[in-house]
């Protein structure tokens, strides 16, 4: 079986959700899991979560938070400098147009620059180096001092979210920004989707965590039943890396260090055996939310896939075959556990 469309996944994209700021998409999971048929609920702090039949014994768990930015200062020239949410590589996002979210719900836009960006008046513009420090955003409004933006309702602390520019190709490619890790939350939509469809149920709780890409994301909230976690989140590719866009990568090591190895060894044989496209691999440069929940003190087993995301942190791409072994794989595993 594969996906009738993904429009799903172009839905949730479109919401803006970097992490502390996620919920439009929080309730979009909800609602999207609802006209499946299921029902979910949300932890104290807001993560999503569904369960698939009764007592569930493994959590299936992406995260729906992006990297972002935040306003840490209103400039005297009337721009604003930004903490970041997350590692965004800055000269990726550098032109990208954004929107600000104010405490009273007004909405303006404006982009990401260096300072002093015009190469006639700054013979530096190319070469000088991208950081919050020598960046700003230009709000797009008539606003040439400090008063003028706050006039606006713009505050330190509002929330700056950056566009997406999500494409799906007839290539079967989908470049946008943040396939990490909406493309994983997409893989969990089509679970609900497909054992609805089926007529089954199963012990499984779907988890869509929403503080991931700071660091806690996965440390609780899961059901007391839970004993093993399968981490759906993307797959590195580049140089040292064996990943690709086209396959499930399968983790045998992050950062913060190895995942269990039987888990491990039996999502390998499966795929072996269901000839899923996939490949192991070792990040290092990496966390997710199964590193985190190890960190607080969860007694899971864990074990870490996803499809292969291009570009990291920067303007990302990934493919629907490797989206599909990744749904093929969960499936996989589900169908080899329960039934």
């Not at 530096?124 to 180096?129: C, I, L, T, V």
């Not at 950081?131 to 230009?138: A, E, K, L, V």
Request: glycine share 10%.
């Amino acid at each position: 079986m594969t996906s009738k469309n993904y429009d799903s996944l172009r839905h949730l994209v479109g919401f803006d959700s970097p992490s502390g700021f996620t919920h439009k998409a929080e309730k979009y999971v909800i609602d999207l899991l609802h006209e499946y048929g299921w029902q979910a609920e949300q932890t104290n702090k807001k993560a999503v979560k569904c369960s698939l039949g009764e007592k569930p014994t493994l959590a299936i768990a992406a995260h729906l938070d992006t990297l972002g930015g935040i306003v840490s200062k209103i400039n005297s020239d009337g721009t604003l400098s930004i903490s970041k949410i997350g590692g965004p590589i800055l000269g990726s996002f550098e032109g990208e147009y954004c929107r600000i979210y104010t405490l009273d719900d007004r909405i303006y836009t404006g982009t990401l620059l260096l300072n002093n960006p015009s190469t006639h008046v700054n013979r530096e513009a190319g070469s000088s180096k991208r950081t919050i420090d020598t960046m700003h955003i230009r709000i797009d409004e008539e606003v040439t001092k400090a008063s003028d933006v706050k006039d606006l309702g713009i505050r330190i602390g509002d929330f700056v979210c950056f566009d997406t520019r999500y494409q799906e190709l007839p290539s079967g490619y989908i470049k946008s920004r943040f396939m990490d890790n909406k493309a994983g939350c997409y893989v969990l939509f089509e679970i609900a989707r497909r054992l609805k469809e089926q007529g089954k149920t199963a012990p499984v709780e779907l988890f869509f965590s929403n503080y991931e890409e700071v660091g806690h994301g996965g440390t609780c909230g899961y059901a007391d039943t839970i004993d093993e976690l399968l981490v759906l989140d993307m797959g590195v590719v580049g140089k040292g890396c064996d990943g690709n866009e086209t396959k499930c990568s399968i983790c045998a090591k992050d950062s913060s260090g190895p995942y269990d190895y039987g888990f491990r060894k039996t999502l390998v044989q499966l795929a072996d055996e269901k000839n899923i496209p996939y490949i192991i691999d070792v990040y290092p440069f990496y966390g997710s939310d199964g590193s985190a929940a190890l960190r607080a003190g969860n007694d899971f087993r864990v074990a870490l896939i996803g499809a292969g995301v291009a570009a990291s942190h920067g303007m990302e791409r990934t493919h629907k075959k490797g989206i599909e072994a990744t749904i093929d794989l969960c499936m996989a595993y589900i169908e080899k556990k329960f039934f």
